[in-house]
């Protein structure tokens, strides 16, 4: 997809040979974005791979392991059989005996007994090697179902997550290049708003065209009760205070709780949300130029899936 996307830039940039300035700078901001998104989805892929590659190496060691006790259950197998056919020769040579010499007799009962007490060591250890092999068995199965539940777990995370940008996107459609931007980026899904769609300057009342945009977000979010919802206001590094304000990380509070009251009153539970202000310090762009501190001046809302089951399954 991201080929794509980028495939589409070149055209653009190749057909349209008007493009101001600005706009070539966003194009390539955005394609400077999309190729940091998948050089991190690699990463997060990396990781995943380096995780099941390691399970796999484990359930090889116990498949060895299993063929190992295999390997002894049949010698210690033979070994009783063999110990089975001296007891049966001796039991014959005892019934000779008997009637020849009580000595004799003795002797053979002896063996005899020697030999009954070794076979029922081997047949102890046969018992046990056994039940060793039963128990590894069971691990052996129940990790490759673990493995199988955990890769399934993820699959269905990332495609909800897949669609849950969908939908997001589909539903803030009239608000593309207006300063709202919706992107999935390691396994969550990122509604980044600039203020000019929301407020004014040195302001956290939401304008109405930004409050439009964010209820129709909290059409979806109260839909999916089961997403978590961080909303982070950002801002430039220019100075900022008033009488009610006392600097940048006051606003860009300020400005995240007035997106909160948006989606609580448009029935988002307020168990999903969580507020929070970056204040100056999480910059997307440089501050040297108008532009980008207009991109840095923005609220992100990041949503992200339950992952109680996948944690679960990690942790046992």
């Known amino acids: 997809m991201i080929k794509k996307i980028s495939l589409g830039i070149i055209v653009a940039m190749v057909t349209v040979s008007c493009v101001s300035k600005k706009v070539f700078t966003d194009l390539e901001g955005k394609y400077k974005q999309l190729q940091d998104e998948n050089k991190e989805l690699l990463v997060q892929n990396d990781d995943l791979q380096l995780n099941k590659n390691e399970n796999k190496d484990y359930i090889k060691k116990l498949e060895n392991k299993q063929t190992d006790l295999l390997q002894k259950e049949k010698a210690l197998q033979r070994e009783a059989d063999a110990l089975r056919n001296s007891y049966a020769e001796l039991k014959k ?20 007994r020697k030999l009954l007490s070794q076979l029922d060591e081997k047949e102890t250890k046969l018992l046990e090697e056994g039940a060793r092999l039963r128990k590894l068995e069971n691990e052996l199965s129940e990790r490759s179902s673990r493995i199988d539940e955990l890769e399934k777990l993820i699959a269905e995370k990332e495609a909800a997550m897949q669609q849950l940008k969908t939908t997001v996107a589909n539903a803030l459609k009239g608000f593309e290049g207006k300063g709202l931007t919706v992107v999935n980026k390691n396994g969550k899904v990122y509604v980044s708003m600039e203020n000019k769609l929301l407020f004014s300057s040195g302001s956290w009342a939401v304008g109405e065209n930004g409050a439009n945009a964010v209820k129709k977000l909290a059409r979806v979010l109260a839909n999916n009760p089961d997403i978590s919802v961080l909303i982070e206001g950002h801002t430039d590094n220019d100075p900022f205070h008033g009488p009610v304000i006392k600097d940048n990380w006051d606003l860009s509070v300020k400005r995240a709780t007035a997106i909160v009251r948006i989606l609580e009153d448009a029935n988002v539970d307020a168990k999903q949300i969580t507020a929070a202000g970056k204040g100056e310090y999480v910059p997307v762009a440089s501050n040297n130029s108008k532009e980008g501190k207009a991109k840095n001046r923005r609220i992100e809302i990041i949503l992200s899936p339950n992952l109680d089951e996948i944690a679960k399954l990690l942790t046992e």
């Open 93 to 112: 040579t005892y019934d000779l005996l008997a009637s020849k010499s009580s000595s004799a007799l003795e002797k053979n009962a002896v063996e005899n």
